[in-house]
């Protein structure tokens, strides 16, 4: 196969040979660089690119060229080319074109001219991007295929611990593909035990659970130390945060994750409000950035294995996973977030999984491509998975308890959703019932005022009514207030008295639970601010009371 292309389009010949040169010195063993001088021409590379069936990962190209912008070149070039990462090179001037296009072709980045020195100024932003392009760009196809239906939960499962972990694969859907059913005949009584996974190396996995997929992918499950300094529990950006920072400072760290690093931020399909990236970043980049970045501090992130219980034995702390194995440390970071709230309504839980899917579920998207899909819920992640959705299904119908929208969402996407023109909200109706034969069909909602039932057409409902922070692992270990959240600092205190069974000479640190040396942060925590970046905060902070907290044992 050949390599992918890095296009660059300048119409000032200098210039644009500076970037040729630039990016040749670089990036020329992974990729081969393409100049055009205008936006026309670079189109019709672009076109033949595709007709050869070359791979684009990435277009750089001058803003101000003549006849047609570098905007007006890449609004055309991305139809032919989605996932090519897109770079503007603009002047100071024109900052305000590079924020216009951030909006309207999701521009990655602008870098400013000049860009020397290149090592300081280009080759780092760009070699990130790259690495995003080849991690969502890669073909899939030399690697794992998963044979299932589409209707089946079991199957849903493994897409879902794949695509969550970054796992590429290839889909291969029995009930609408002759040659599916054949390969699955071929493997005989099979077909009643899907999924059924395919491994490169010829080995198959019936119906597997995550810690036998994780097992042979290769990815670690078990601790490879006997003690640590700081267990973590819960791979979200508050856990990976405190990974990154308890690793670099030399603690010895351990993250365990149930399912994949990234936690509720990696299913987002884009975070707009995380500080530092202008054009917004899918929860699934940070989530790989970030566990990238704990293991080269030497952070140990352990996955498919769930912390069941958390143990104080002076002045060890203890988390037992669901193996059966125990990891032991001095303290313990829990950090476990939050899960989605069940949506009760008549005959739903028969079909989850089956066109019914709690949270965003994007791995689905190209399932229900060009089909009518129902969002339930009316605050920011429902927004966002509205959004996401419009861009595959035919039409999006979001639900919503409450009579506006704007109640619980954020300006810029009720303004999004209010101009997407395959995206209705209907107010004021409730999910009362699912029905379908085999899988989701229809969904009958109520009118929260009148109380009319009514029913809706439907392929798919994807559903976002809220979470519960998921502490029940710690019930007995250490405070929390009524709604399950984990006290930490002042508020362990009562009247000014230290909680009961604390031995420290001291109140709590902030971020201490009731107990010495457990400590927590994120949405799980009383108080937290249920962001990526408050959780991505109390994560690192925590790290610095811990340092404090391991100078008493
Ligand atoms: C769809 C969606 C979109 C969002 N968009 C935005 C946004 O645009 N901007 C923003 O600022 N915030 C956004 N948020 C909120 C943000 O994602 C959360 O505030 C943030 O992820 C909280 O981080 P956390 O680490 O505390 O918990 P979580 O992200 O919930 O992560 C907790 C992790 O712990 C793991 N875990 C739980 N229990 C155990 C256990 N016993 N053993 C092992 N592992 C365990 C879970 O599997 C999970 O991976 C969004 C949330 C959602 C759901």
């Not at 994949?260 to 970043?281: D, H, K, M, W």
Request: charged share 20%; proline share 5%; hydrophobic share 40%.
């Amino acid at each position: 196969m050949s390599k992918p292309v890095i296009l660059t389009v300048d119409d000032d010949p200098e210039v644009l040979n500076a970037v040729e040169r630039d990016l040749r010195n670089h990036f020329r063993t992974d990729y081969r660089v393409v100049k055009s001088s205008s936006g026309a021409q670079a189109l019709e590379a672009v076109r033949q690119l595709q007709e050869r069936g070359a791979q684009v990962a990435l277009f750089l190209v001058d803003e101000r060229m003549p006849q047609m912008t570098g905007t007006q070149f890449l609004v055309e070039a991305i139809k032919l080319y989605p996932d090519a990462r897109r770079v503007l090179l603009t002047a100071y001037a024109d900052t305000e074109t590079a924020i216009t296009a951030i909006n309207r072709i999701g521009l990655d980045h602008y870098l400013l001219k000049p860009w020397e020195p290149p090592s300081e100024r280009l080759y780092p932003v760009l070699d990130d991007l790259l690495s995003d392009w080849f991690a969502r760009a890669r073909p899939a196809f030399d690697g794992i295929r998963v044979a299932g239906s589409a209707l089946s939960p079991a199957s849903y499962a493994v897409k879902d611990f794949l695509a969550s972990n970054q796992v590429p694969y290839q889909w291969l859907d029995m009930e609408n593909d002759a040659t599916v059913r054949e390969l699955l005949g071929g493997a005989s009584g099979f077909a009643t035990h899907l999924p059924i996974v395919f491994f490169p190396d010829g080995a198959t996995l019936v119906q597997p659970t995550a810690r036998e997929l994780a097992e042979k992918l290769g990815m670690q499950t078990r601790a490879q130390k006997p003690f640590y300094d700081l267990i973590v529990v819960g791979g979200g950006p508050a856990g990976l945060a405190a990974a990154v920072y308890g690793a670099s400072e030399g603690l010895r760290t351990i993250l365990v994750e149930r399912s994949a690093p990234g936690g509720q931020a990696g299913t987002s399909s884009r975070i707009e409000n995380y500080l530092g990236f202008p054009g917004g970043v899918s929860g699934a980049d940070l989530a790989r950035r970030a566990a990238t970045q704990a293991r080269r501090f030497g952070a140990e992130l352990i996955t498919a294995q769930e912390a069941v219980a958390l143990k104080r034995e002076d002045p060890y702390r203890r988390v037992t996973l669901t193996d059966g194995s125990e990891l032991s440390s001095y303290a313990i970071l829990i950090a476990p977030g939050m899960e989605v709230r069940r949506l009760e309504a008549e005959g739903l839980d028969a079909f989850v999984g089956a066109g019914v899917f709690y949270g965003a579920a994007l791995a689905e998207a190209a399932t229900y491509r060009g089909q009518d899909v129902v969002i339930v819920g009316g605050a920011n992640s429902a927004g966002q998975g509205a959004m996401f959705f419009s861009r595959h299904a035919r039409k999006v119908t979001m639900l919503v308890r409450g009579s506006h929208l704007s109640d619980g969402m954020s300006h810029y996407l009720v303004d999004r959703i209010a101009e997407a023109p395959n995206v209705t909200v209907q107010t004021n109706t409730a999910v009362a019932g699912a029905r379908g034969n085999g899988r989701l069909e229809t969904v009958v909602v109520t009118d929260t005022v009148t109380g009319e039932r009514r029913e809706l057409a439907a392929s798919a409902m994807f559903i976002f009514i809220g979470t519960a922070p998921r502490t029940a692992l710690c019930a007995d270990l250490v405070l929390r207030d009524d709604q399950g959240f984990i006290l930490t600092g002042r508020d362990v205190m009562a009247d000014g008295q230290r909680p009961s069974g604390w031995t420290a000479n001291r109140d709590p640190f902030p971020f201490e639970t009731s107990v010495p040396g457990i400590f927590c942060a994120g949405d799980a925590r009383a108080g937290s601010g249920k962001r990526v970046a408050s959780a991505v905060g109390e994560g690192s902070a925590t790290v610095s009371m811990i340092h404090q907290y391991l100078q008493t044992v």
